[in-house]
């Protein structure tokens, strides 16, 4: 047995991949210490259940200075677990669970399950 668990572990497999998120997403952070912020997605990790959010998890980091950048304390956001992340709803103005839909012309869209918008990742 090994003492601490690999990075490599915590992945799930290919086939468990689901995430109510997406990039460019608005959305609410329900726990931690950036509770009830709202931000843009930026990035989505979906085999690790991460994602990194605009101005939420900020962390410092010390950097070593580089030919390409300064060293220092540099402020960056890292990446939050998605279940303390609910997708915002415009229209309810707040965080909402997530359904999906097929449109008469056959193309898939992700719905409020509140009161039924329409939300789709701005372009
Ligand atoms: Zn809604």
């Given at each position: 047995m090994p003492l601490f668990r690999s990075k490599q572990r915590r992945d799930i497999k290919p086939h468990q991949v689901k995430c109510h998120i997406r990039k460019d997403d608005q959305v609410v952070v329900i726990a931690g210490k950036d509770k009830g912020k709202i931000g843009r997605v930026l990035q989505v990790f979906p085999r690790r259940q991460r994602a990194i959010v605009e101005g939420v998890n900020i962390v410092k980091r010390h950097m070593r200075p580089t030919p390409y950048a300064e060293g220092?304390?540099?402020?960056?956001?890292?990446?939050?677990?998605?279940?303390?992340l609910m997708v915002?709803?415009?229209?309810?103005?707040?965080?909402?669970?997530i359904g999906r839909k097929i449109l008469e012309d056959g193309s898939k869209v992700r719905v409020c399950k509140r009161c039924g918008e329409i939300i789709e990742a701005k372009e």
């Open positions: 220092g304390i540099v402020e960056k956001p890292a990446p939050i677990h998605i279940s303390n915002f709803c415009p229209k309810c103005t707040r965080g909402v669970r």
